[in-house]
DNA sequence: ACAACTTGTTCACTTAAGTTAAGAAATGAA
DNA sequence: TTCATTTCTTAACTTAAGTGAACAAGTTGT
């Protein structure tokens, strides 16, 4: 199980057997049951997360409307915005599947980091890629329309439109659930004729 | 004028002289005209992009249309996604002012971090706030209509309203200059009765 | 097996943004 | 200052998404 985190760690550094037992000493591997709530609004916290294996959903609760806006699946970490800001949370976060994650945070991170400094590096790196990664996905929302949008995730993450309920995708992607009933409909039926 | 580079330093990490004296060693402060253009569309550059003074914006050709993705003005600093991913920039950028900005790479980073390491350190931090800025930007973006992105701006950025032309704006707001216009006259309205 | 709840779709209607085109206002260059 | 270009606004029309409601399908718990 922690091969998965040390398959991603490879990707941008290659650790000693040392280093490995670095990270497991501290690290903490936990186990939720699909719909735990990890973080709730208004709710202060200092955890990072990195999820193994499953699927955990970011959503807002607006006028008691949900609005979800990130999804994290397998290989993909997520410190929340109220741990930089040490504000509370203004966002909830659950597991839309069950889900095996590592649950972390900057004590944590400063006890490897004086283990072995490299980590640091990477950690720079890490979320430089994922700043970069994060502007074009927002370039590409903004310049393109609910039904582009709605192609594009197809393409670039179709596992999400198999594993999670439409009505989240839907607000992910901007929009509401009907429309996007109609989009798919709408699609479907230009593939056909 | 280094002193602005200075400052916004200073809200990360304290200098000593001998750290002040190692990046103005390799710092290169650039001074650029309105309209010129700092990166095309297909070309390859290792450059990062801190603002001094002035304003640039990155936008995409698309059919001969000109997308608007991002503006950077004063103690904004951009890296673009090319120089992370190693491959041809997907974008341009441009000043849309008389701009005075630093122009670095990762050699010249390299160089300054072998000097003092707390730079790395920083760094990290500020790409991770970046990053948790760069997300709350996007799920708001995601969970508002047009109208509201646009009082958005106006509340968070009031400056760029002022001085950005509205066909760049619109399509930073994702929008169509004709529906930007709309926008305001239905707002002006509105504070009127 | 049944009721209760969740999720997805459909429909009729409303509202807002996209499109096209024309003209006014501002900007810049000669 | 004048002319040309760029930028912004307005208007009529088209298209697509939001809204509210009803219903069907699927799921969960008892």
């Not at 057997?17 to 735990?36: C, H, P, Y």
């Not at 994650?101 to 490897?112: A, F, G, K």
């Not at 949008?149 to 607000?171: F, G, H, M, T, W």
């Amino acid at each position: 199980m922690q091969d998965i985190l040390f398959d991603f760690i490879s990707k941008y550094i290659t650790l000693t057997e040392d280093e490995k037992n670095a990270i497991l000493s501290v690290d903490i591997f936990r186990s939720v049951k699909k719909g735990t709530v990890l973080l709730k609004e208004g709710q202060s916290s200092k955890d990072s997360y990195f999820v193994l294996k499953g699927c955990i959903r970011t959503y807002y609760d607006l006028d008691g409307e949900e609005k979800t806006t990130g999804f994290y699946t397998e290989m993909e970490a997520l410190t929340p915005p109220c741990v930089i800001s040490k504000t509370p949370s203004e966002y909830y976060i659950s597991c839309v599947e069950d889900t095996i994650l590592t649950v972390s945070n900057s004590d944590m991170e400063e006890e490897v980091n004086a283990k072995f400094p490299r980590f640091e590096t990477m950690c720079k790196i890490l979320s430089e890629q994922l700043l970069a990664k994060e502007r074009i996905n927002f370039d590409e929302f903004k310049t393109s329309s609910p039904e582009q949008r709605y192609l594009n995730l197809l393409e670039k993450r179709p596992d999400l439109i198999q594993r999670v309920p439409q009505y989240q995708l839907a607000s992910y992607l901007g929009m509401k659930p009907e429309s996007l009933s109609r989009i798919r409909a709408r699609i479907t039926e230009k593939n056909k004729g």
